[in-house]
């Protein structure tokens, strides 16, 4: 099953994309242009700070801006029920701010009390980017570094990289034998001459997504930029054509596509409401005459003509068959055993089909969790559907994007300090021609970069700090030579300080399981590195 969205069409950087398009492409280097297209085209939803217990600042501050179901996440976390974030990184270049949004977010989960995991994407750098494994171990080292000298705790979160991770590459091989070629052409535009690994590292961050619920299926949400939506996508479909029964809704003995089901529950609701209709005692054929326009128009424009039509001729069918709401399990992947265990498990009135069985006295949340039970039990995954956060890119310091080839135009987490003071004082700014002109009109702090550090970076949680810079640039009362002074003073602290952590998270990372000096042998280190 495919989510009911357009399919992003992106070119693995060999194709052009219209300009009405907006490209999601995990190996491109596009900035996103429009995050608003990105809400239409795909279906990210916004990011509401409110509806997060004790939101983390770039939530309050926008940064993070867009989701994939969030609220399940949230929620586990308000009701004190397990939860986990995972991120990966390729490490292909040094760590530098903009994966410390990730970091950062990842560690807030931590301490909100999620299981947290953090990979390194090995084989992806691999294959997609042709990194040798000496290039790979090196930087990988330094990512976790960073990771943990900003705060993650190693004792209760996992690290692993993807290549030594066995029970990992199991799971990958059972999702790719749920997906095919014309997938991943359809997704991420490969074709006939994209290497095999390439596509095996897709199939394994497939996994790393599902990962987290290896043990228990959890709420699980991938802290990630937006360019690995198409990933988020795909594991979410993934984890639902792994299932073993769909749990659906339905009226009568007849199947209903969505958009059936849908004004089925209009009408019958409708039904329920009124005093001349008895629904104790309701046959298709009578419910056929009630399904009047104005039941459809109540629905607005959720439904065509051809919906309307084909529930119709349904009802017609049905003749004197009885209407009687039940929830409906589908069998999709579950062999036998698993099927009569899950008749077994269904409490009160049920019916049997050959490839469904009818439930009367349940709600279909309590169905949902049967299901997935007897799933679990008869060696199936009864993964949830994962969740996602977007956070937008951070503005490269020269006012383009971000690219790990312009050194000027990011700042890493290596950077001597003194460099990033520098960095920072000769940033592209949104101020003014003339000061003059700045008191005036007041600087743009929505475009510029510097401000984008203080309120991503250096404000940290200080919302009155970050506010304040806000408010006086665009009042006038800030001008960009002193504005920059003070941020660049703070990069040059915060770099500081980041690094005697990275120094001090060296013996943390001596503990660690993890195998950072590979024997591998291989290709690579003959390809250039891409933006960041
Ligand atoms: N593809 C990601 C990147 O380019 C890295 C990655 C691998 C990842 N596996 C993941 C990210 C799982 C999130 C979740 O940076
Ligand atoms: Fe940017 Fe500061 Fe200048 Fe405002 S005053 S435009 S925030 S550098």
């Known amino acids: ?21 907006v490209a999601l492409d995990p190996w ?84 909100q009390g999620g299981e947290v995991y953090g990979l390194i994407a090995d084989l992806e750098a691999h294959s997609a980017r042709g990194m040798s494994w000496d290039e790979i171990d090196e930087h990988a080292r330094s990512y976790l570094l960073s990771l943990i000298a900003l705060g993650f705790d190693v004792e209760d979160g996992e690290l692993y990289r993807q ?31 994209t290497n095999v690994s390439h596509m095996q590292s897709v199939v394994t961050q497939l996994a790393d997504i599902l990962y987290p619920q290896l043990d228990e299926p959890m709420p699980t949400v991938i802290p990630v930029g937006p360019d690995q939506d198409p990933h988020v996508r795909f594991a979410r479909d993934a984890a639902a054509r792994m299932r073993y029964f769909k749990v ?44 009047t326009v104005e039941i459809v128009s109540r629905m607005g424009e959720g439904v065509d003509e051809a919906t309307y039509e084909s529930l119709y001729e349904k009802l017609e069918n ?11 399990f589908l069998d999709r992947n579950a062999n036998e055993a698993a099927f009569d265990a899950l008749i077994e498990a269904i409490p009160g009135e049920k019916r049997r089909y050959d490839a469904h069985i009818d439930s009367f006295d349940l709600d279909p949340e309590d169905a949902e969790e049967i299901a997935r039970e007897v799933e679990i039990e008869h060696d199936g995954y009864g993964f949830q559907a994962p969740s996602s956060i977007y956070h937008r890119f951070m503005t490269g310091l020269t006012g383009g994007k971000m690219s790990s080839s312009v050194p000027a135009s990011h700042i890493s987490l290596l950077d ?33 970069p510097v401000y984008e550090l203080y309120a991503y970076l250096l404000a940290e949680s200080d919302d009155e700090f970050a506010a304040r810079v806000y408010e006086e640039c665009a009042g006038g009362e800030r001008l960009c030579g002193g504005c920059k002074e003070q941020a660049a003073e703070l990069m040059r ?33 003959q390809e250039e590195e891409d933006a960041v």
């Open 1 to 21: 099953m495919t989510e009911d969205q357009p399919t992003p069409k992106t070119d693995g950087g060999t194709d052009s994309v219209s300009s009405d398009d």
């Open 28 to 111: 491109g280097s596009s900035t996103i242009e429009d995050y608003r297209k990105l809400f239409e085209q795909f279906g990210i939803e916004e990011f509401d700070a409110d509806e997060v217990p004790d939101p983390h600042y770039l939530m309050r501050r926008g940064a993070i801006f867009g989701h994939r179901e969030y609220e399940r996440v949230a929620e586990a976390m308000a009701n004190d029920e397990p939860f986990a974030a995972l991120s990966g990184f390729m490490p292909t270049g040094d760590p530098h701010i903009g994966h410390k949004l990730v970091f950062d977010e990842l560690i807030w989960h931590q301490q």
């Open 163 to 193: 290549s030594d991770n066995r029970v990992l590459q199991d799971l990958a091989f059972e999702i790719g034998s749920t997906t095919n070629f014309s997938e991943f052409e359809a997704i991420y535009g490969f074709g006939g001459e």
């Open 248 to 291: 659906t809704e339905a009226f009568a003995s007849f199947e209903l596509d969505d958009g059936e089901r849908e004004l089925f529950r209009e009408l019958y609701d409708d039904l329920t409401e009124r005093d001349d209709v008895d629904t104790d005692d309701l046959r298709c054929e009578d419910a056929a005459d009630h399904l």
């Open 318 to 328: 049905g003749g004197k068959e009885p209407i009687r709401p039940r929830v409906r």
């Open 416 to 448: 001597d300090p003194e460099d990033g003071y520098d960095k920072v004082k000769s940033a592209a700014t949104g101020g003014r021609a003339t000061a003059e002109e700045q008191r005036e009109l007041g600087g743009k702090p929505d475009e510029c």
């Open 493 to 525: 602290e915060f770099l500081e300080e980041h690094q005697e952590k990275r120094e001090e998270a060296k013996e943390i990372l001596e503990d660690v399981d993890i195998d950072l000096s590979s024997d591998r042998r291989g290709l690579g280190g």
